[in-house]
């Protein structure tokens, strides 16, 4: 997900080895994610969270009631902020298991947010050449899935044109550079696990091009992974019959199960601190208004899109990301810089869960 100026960003059923096709088991979500990457620092500045009836509560077990089984994670390698680091993502890890969630850990491979339009490579690795970068992604994701014990993982984040630039970017359709880091992440991943599915994650689930250049770019390099995972803004990915298309040609193609890792709709126009949102439209896509109600409508209907395309599930991108004075985008001044994303949270600024909006099998 892309943040501020640039921020374009109870089944429990564990995915074999070799992923099934998920015309195995018709009419089901089995990752009915959210991603609440923001939540620790949140909780640490004292916000307080409600339930559907107005009850405070443990912000976990209001998403789990709500049809929440995984959370996902992102984990960056040395962050100003102190946050989103490993320390901090192994602390959030064990209180997401002990409310009885799954964990998706979603690797950057950068100090920073990583997405479409920029991939740094962390402080600590610059200037490795990428025989190197191969051994840094390797021992990193090894020491992190080491400490957290993952159901899933993301070899980077939207990495529509490779990570850890420039040593890692696809230029003139050459994959290789890049294959060669994502076998590393592969390959520490089911050393530390065999269990552990990967990811490879990608922006732009409404082009169907774009998606097949990279997936068919990285398998003809030998790249192996488990589930197909794409980021999915109707504001910018178009409509929901395109998904449906994306989602069913990458699942065939490649013969994995897809997810759609990032979602969200905004439930207001409203803002609540000094940066502006990103999306102010009244009505962002297909005439559904920003309303609770209109949020939940939006998100079931990507969840029915999802599902009826045959993919695994659906994440839901910072639903409890409000606006708390101090918890702002930018990881080199977090106290400062705001939250352009609250009026997309799944909870409203006073706390409370929208209680229209339901993660659905």
């Not at 960003?9 to 609440?36: C, E, F, K, Y």
């Not at 909870?347 to 869960?353: A, C, N, P, Q, S």
Request: net charge negative.
């Amino acid at each position: 997900m892309k943040i501020a100026v640039s921020l374009a960003a109870t089944a429990l059923l564990l995915v074999p080895a070799t992923p099934a096709l998920a015309h195995d088991r018709p009419n089901q979500l089995s990752m009915r994610g959210a991603d609440v990457s923001t939540l620790p620092r949140a909780l640490d500045l004292g916000a307080t969270f409600y339930d559907a009836r107005g009850r405070r509560a443990n912000p976990y077990e209001i998403l789990k009631q709500a049809g929440v089984n995984y959370v996902r994670l992102r984990v960056w390698n040395n962050p100003t902020s102190g946050y989103n680091n490993k320390a901090e993502v192994v602390q959030q890890v064990r209180e997401a298991k002990k409310h009885g969630l799954k964990v998706l850990i979603d690797f950057h491979y950068s100090d920073t947010w990583a997405d479409p339009g920029k991939q740094f490579v962390p402080a600590a690795w610059a200037g490795h050449d990428l025989a190197q970068l191969q051994k840094d992604v390797y021992d990193y994701t090894y020491d992190v899935c080491k400490a957290t014990r993952p159901d899933s993982v993301q070899i980077g984040n939207e990495i529509n044109t490779g990570m850890l630039w420039p040593q890692g970017q696809v230029t003139n359709s050459d994959f290789g550079p890049l294959a060669s880091l994502l076998k590393a992440g592969y390959d520490a991943t089911k050393a530390c696990s065999k269990h552990t599915q990967v990811m490879i994650h990608t922006a732009n689930a409404g082009s169907l091009g774009a998606a097949r250049w990279f997936y068919d770019g990285i398998a003809a390099q030998g790249v192996k992974w488990d589930i197909t995972a794409l980021s999915y803004y109707c504001m910018w990915h178009g409509d929901q019959a395109n998904l449906a298309t994306v989602l069913g040609d990458v699942r065939t193609r490649y013969g994995k199960p897809a997810v759609i890792a990032e979602t969200a709709y905004p439930y207001t126009t409203d803002n609540y601190d000094h940066l502006e949102n990103i999306i102010t439209s009244a009505a962002p896509c297909d005439g559904i208004p920003a309303t609770p109600q209109g949020q939940a409508q939006e998100f079931s209907q990507v969840q029915d899109t999802a599902r009826s395309a045959g993919a695994l599930g659906v994440f839901y991108w910072e639903p409890t990301w409000t606006a708390i004075d101090g918890n702002g985008w930018d990881s080199e001044d977090i106290e400062n810089s705001g939250n352009a994303w609250e009026n997309m949270a799944t909870f409203d600024d006073h706390g409370r869960i929208n209680p229209y909006v339901v993660w659905r099998r």
